[in-house]
């Protein structure tokens, strides 16, 4: 098994900034990325960004160039720095992470989110 703890959500007024982070424990072997994602009230989960454990990084259109995903291997654990926040930003932001077995079958494992509001 694998344990997600993600930290570092709260309310932050619109243009303000939020660092995110994500803490991976467990049965963790064979990362094939690390990512997070994003569920507003009344919406689908989307994705926001993720991160190769070779520092391959990805992002969605809507927060390019307003997040920065990193990572520290060592440690098994992702950062998001959100800057230059907007309202529809606010929403429970989660931790993945995805990993492969030796039999190439992949392993995803979700933390439980972290709430995030932008809000004057």
């Known amino acids: 098994q694998v344990q997600l703890v993600e930290s570092g959500g709260g309310l932050v007024l619109p243009g303000g900034s939020l660092r995110l982070s994500c803490a991976a424990s467990g049965s963790i072997f064979n990362i094939d990325h690390m990512a997070w994602y994003r569920q507003a009230p009344g919406k689908q989960r989307e994705y926001v960004a993720a991160i190769s454990p070779a520092g391959t990084t990805n992002y969605a259109d809507s927060v390019k160039g307003r997040f920065a995903i990193s990572t520290d291997n060592a440690k098994n654990t992702v950062w998001l720095q959100m800057n230059s926040l907007k309202p529809e930003d606010t929403a429970v932001y989660y931790c993945?992470?995805?990993?492969?077995?030796?039999?190439?079958?992949?392993?995803?494992?979700w933390g439980q989110g972290t709430q995030v509001t932008v809000s004057s």
């Open positions: 993945k992470i995805l990993m492969y077995d030796p039999k190439n079958i992949p392993y995803d494992y």
